[in-house]
């Protein structure tokens, strides 16, 4: 008590116990045994987000019907929210915390609309003018397409080389048309190289070398993985088996394939397989989709296998096909059933032969739908270690130091968003490389705010009948606004929205609006911990002490 | 415009033409539909302002007390329990001197459970530091609480409007609502001198040393010293503009009464009747209407008071082990200002039993015959 009023008569006191002036003096923040600060969780959707998008952040500015802004925020990690929007396997959404509070948020239709937007309106960020600097990107896949577009937005002149007429490797060649429309991908592509010089038809090892390529500063080669693997089957060359991967480029090279009436078998339980069935379905075949385990074993993501369940699609598990014979114009599969025995090294349960039940079936096509893997051989000097990891001691010096790797190329998950991600971190790898700086990637939030972080309070649920349609509502929709109701769902999870809940709770006004957010005025802050209650995403908690 | 309405309906259109700011309440029976109405004139936009739902009486009171600092004109109603609960904030809101405006709907404490009327509720909030109004008519009942809101204003003391539970309540009378203007004229927007503003921040009602404490106890006591003539000012101006008066104690067939019954609430309904009946019996009965517990309309009592009758006082309310508070009040302020008379104190209609004619008529009985006990407590309707 420093500063204390003594009233001699009872006139000079005020008429109710109020101060005479300000009590700033009184630095009440002394009293404090705890202290808010930013828990500095990251959304869940943020967390498992392969290609490391924003995910929250631009949920957050379509709420505030911020479009441009969430467009730009968006593809500063991922230049395809389009297609994306369409394949993507959407972990974004496994872990949403309103799972548990009604039904998780549908980002990826979210990111849909907002990619669709971005054609809509044939948006274009202004390009920066180019530098000194030339980079070669070999394989116009999505990574390399993300490195192409990333180094281009780093003033970096960039060549594209693709084996293929057209670029976009497998969201091209490889993903049917009805999950991906191909007037969308040229949209998207187009946009996304914007200021690229793109070189069609030249494979490396057959049109050019690693070598011809020494003129250039730097080299990413992100040629995919496209080789599919063998079954092992005898009979596997016979007329009229064929991989599922190569049928998918066929179909996708527009060559007029018929299968009215044709007997199909697909081998394979992953998306691909999926792919495939579902393009044989649509050509006329009656198809038999073959896997060697049960439902619950398939690596297809459970959505495909969910699409694929609801078309006449027969699904025969617990089967593996061992000889595959001509019969003149059809082709007699031979097959063992099986059972699933001792978990493998994946975790999954290994499928062993029943024996004495093996069984024939008569097929016009085979299609092998059993899994991919890279090829480098062409490369030259390239190879791979048994681990996958690769072994670049054969590549001559001067190219070696300046040589980029990734994509499917490099042992990671074989999806669209990780392939942006490996793209478009090799931009920025290549970009510090050419500056002459060590390249750090950002550091990574590892805690993930969970529903016991947010305040339920403060979001109200969607009604039943609502909660039954939003996604196919929000998959059929081509309104951009659908978006932002859909943003507006978002509970921001562990990340501040300004809400000004912290600033309008504290009973000691010692929250402080500062630009983006807000701060506690130590002076002042008595630690009751009202500001960390009332924070609707989790984003404040209480720290012991009187200091952060 | 006359129209028939409920005792809470009156309370919910004087709080509209008060053009009160911040309304925060609790429901319980028999108040609930004073604030559901007002929820529906806040929802429909014919009243502009905050109505904030609460968890209980007691936050419904905080809230009242953290609004009312703001200097923003603030309204509560409650019944019994709910009071009760608020006892705690009921002192923070006359220490700290804000004037907010709350009606009681007078109702029984329970245990045993009831949701039926006595005062006993109102009364045992007497020591707060509130002025507490009891009104016996609707019409008396939308004056009170517009009234009230320039009284509490004025004095910075808060101010409860009390009637009894359902006999009012839920009792319909024509009432005389008066335009929103002529209640504007009356009844200015609130002036508050000292309000919380972050831009001028001062502390309120923070910690008070010995030095100083008593003090405040004394100024806030000096203001209910003044209240009675800052009332009766603003009463005057309200018959002027209105042309309806209300004094802090009524008399009916008083002046040459020789047995006189003092009365609040409902019961002086019933009490006029039965005075009317006896009086064509040549019986020379009389009534004195309190209307006021707090300040305590001492000076008004005594003037009213006739001489050589005989005086009962009659109480729905019961202060267990003492008596009916009125009684004691009647008493103190006699024995202060050295009038020393016998004052015999009826306690009937506890818990929503009816006071009837023949009740009060019994009362009169033994007034008159001098069977009225003046050391101890006459019940009355007790089934013994």
Partial sequence: MSKFVAFKTLAEMPELPVSEARMSWNKTGSWRSSTPAHRGKLPPCNFNCPAGEDIRGYLDLMKRGKVAEAFNLLTEKNPLPAVCGRVCYHPCQTDCNRQSFDTELQIRSVERLIGDWGISKAYRPELPPVGPHKVAVIGAGPAGLAAAHYLRQRRVSVTLFDENEKPGGILEYGIPSYRLDKDTLKAELDRVLDGVEFKPQKRLGRDMELRDLAGYDAIFLATGAHKSKKMFVSGEDTKGVESGLGFLKRINSGENIDLNGKQVAVVGGGNTACDVARSACRLGGQVTVLYRRTENEMPAFAEEIEEMKAEPIDLEFLVAPFKIESTGNRLKLSCHRMELGEPDEDGRRRPVVVEGNDFDMTVDQVFAAIGEDPDISFAGGLVYNADWTLDLSGVEDNLRDKLFIGGDILPQPRTVPHAVASGRMAAEQIDAFLKGVPFEPAARVTEVAGAEDVNFAYFSRLNAARRAHLRDELKSSSDISAAADEANRCLSCGVCFECDNCYNFCPDLAVVRTPGGYRANLDYCKGCGICAKECPSGTLGMQGGRAV | ?384
């Fill in chain 2, 1 to 384: 415009m006359k129209k028939v309405l409920s005792g809470n309906e009156a309370v919910s259109q004087a709080v509209r033409l008060a053009r009160v700011q911040v309304i925060s309440a609790y429901p319980i029976t028999p108040q609930t539909t004073i604030s559901e109405k007002l929820s529906e004139l806040c929802g429909s936009g014919e009243l502009d302002a905050r109505f904030v739902k609460v968890e209980s009486e007691h936050s419904a009171m905080a809230t009242l007390v953290g609004a009312a600092s703001t200097g923003v004109r603030t309204f509560t109603a409650t019944s019994a329990q709910g009071l009760a609960l608020m006892h705690e904030i009921l002192f923070w809101a006359s220490g700290a001197r804000l004037p907010i405006v709350m009606v009681d709907v007078n109702r029984a404490m329970a245990a045993p459970w009831t949701i039926w009327c006595d005062q006993t509720d109102s009364v045992a909030q007497r020591d707060t530091g509130w002025l507490q109004f009891y009104c016996w008519s609707n019409q008396e009942i939308l004056d009170t609480v517009v009234c009230s809101f320039r009284i509490a204003e004025q004095l910075l003391i808060p101010t409860m409007v009390c009637f009894d539970g359902f006999f009012i309540s839920h009792t319909n009378e024509p009432v005389d609502i008066p335009e929103q203007k002529q209640v504007d004229r009356f009844l200015p927007p609130r002036k508050a001198e000292y309000l919380l503003d972050t831009k001028a921040p001062r502390t309120f009602s923070g910690g008070t040393m010995p030095n100083m404490f008593m003090e405040f106890r004394y100024k806030l006591h000096a203001a209910f010293e003044r209240a009675q003539s800052v009332i009766d000012d603003i009463y005057k101006q309200f018959h002027k503009s209105f042309d309806r008066q209300y004094l802090p104690v009524e008399a009916y067939h008083a002046k040459d009464a020789e047995a006189v019954l003092i009365v609040t609430g409902s019961a002086a309904s019933t009490a006029l009747h039965t005075v009317n009946k006896l009086r064509e019996q040549g019986r020379k009965a009389g009534i004195l209407r309190l209307r006021q517990l707090r300040p305590f309309p001492a000076e008004s009592l005594i003037d009213h008071l006739p001489a050589e009758a005989v005086i009962g006082v009659l109480d729905r309310n019961l202060s267990p082990g003492t008596g009916g508070v009125f009684s004691q009040e009647v008493r103190a302020a006699l024995l202060r200002k050295g009038v020393h008379r016998p004052v015999h104190e009826f306690v009937a209609g506890l818990g929503g039993r009816d006071i009837t004619a023949d009740n009060i008529e019994k009362m009169f009985d033994a007034l008159e015959n001098g069977r009225a006990e003046s050391s101890k407590i006459n019940w009355v309707g007790l089934n013994r």
